[in-house]
């Protein structure tokens, strides 16, 4: 479709840009006395055709566009150009009005745009650092899983340890015992002997008191082994759910 729009002020100016942004239509010609006004200008930059004389509008020409608001120019384009379809200056006034809300919206929109990539990235940024420590999270709750079953083996073997101290003591208490009976038969010659098994008794009553103190704190180690298993499970699910976050919050980010 090819147009010719007379009048090249501001308001043709903006039918120009606005125009010359379609692809199915081509501005034959700018027409306006005035070769310094804005849309004459804009024409020269544009390589569009233009002209002072309203007789210089060609027979391939579809639409006329009168920006002009001159009744003169109107009736001379009536006259001359029945065959041709004329957009008087009225409806020439609403194109610009709406070229200019159109131009509005988008500046609008662009500051909008530039507001949600700044956010964007400000989301990249912070998502990175929110991926940074699932990431030490992660190694914290394996070097705990680690230290605890590392600490539950030496638990078990501090516990067999335990064991074996509480036998060792039984016979001591058993050999301290036949040592004093025997002692006894002997009447005088068993008296140095009684000391020693004396001595053997009460070192086995000391050993078994440390070895029920060794069982306690074992127990004790293991229901803080125990504690720490059971927040390392808490540490793994919130660790999950802020994956569930991370990846939530990427997929936002890339629809943005």
């Given amino acids: 479709m090819n147009i010719v729009i007379v009048g090249a002020g501001h308001g043709g100016k903006k039918l120009i840009e606005m125009f010359n942004e379609m692809e199915n239509i081509s501005i034959k010609l700018v027409i306006d006395k005035d070769f310094k006004s804005p849309g004459v200008i804009l024409a020269k930059e544009l390589n569009i055709k233009y002209s002072s004389e309203i007789d210089d509008i060609q027979s391939n020409v579809d639409i006329l566009v009168d920006v002009t ?15 041709k379809t004329i957009i008087d200056s009225t409806a020439a006034a609403l194109m610009v009005t709406m070229v200019d809300k159109q131009k509005e919206a988008n500046e609008m929109l662009d500051e909008k745009l530039h507001v949600i990539n700044e956010t964007s990235i400000k989301l990249e940024n912070e998502i990175a650092n929110v991926s940074k420590g699932i990431k030490v999270l ?29 036998k060792i003591t039984q016979r001591m208490k ?6 004093n009976i025997e002692a006894a038969r002997a009447g005088e010659h068993g008296r140095g002997f009684s000391i020693v098994a004396n001595e053997v008794q009460k070192m086995s009553d000391e050993t078994a008191n440390f070895a029920l103190e060794i069982a ?3 127990k004790s180690i ?9 927040e390392i499970v808490t ?22």
Avoid: F, H, P, W
Avoid at 143 to 148: D, E, F, M, P, Q
Avoid at 174 to 179: F, P, R, T, Y
């Fill in 138 to 166: 992660n190694e914290i709750t394996n070097n705990l899983n680690n230290a605890s079953s590392e600490s539950k083996e030496y638990i078990d073997k501090t516990d067999e340890l335990a064991v074996a101290i509480n």
């Fill in 174 to 179: 058993i050999l301290g015992l036949n040592a």
């Fill in 235 to 256: 540490l793994d699910d919130v660790v999950a759910e802020q994956n569930i976050m991370s990846d939530s919050l990427n997929l936002i980010v890339n629809e943005l």
């Fill in 222 to 230: 293991g229901i803080e082994n125990e504690n720490i298993v059971n």
């Fill in 216 to 218: 306690n704190l074992l």
């Fill in 69 to 83: 608001g001159s009744e003169a120019v109107r009736s001379i384009l009536e006259k001359n150009y029945r065959d």
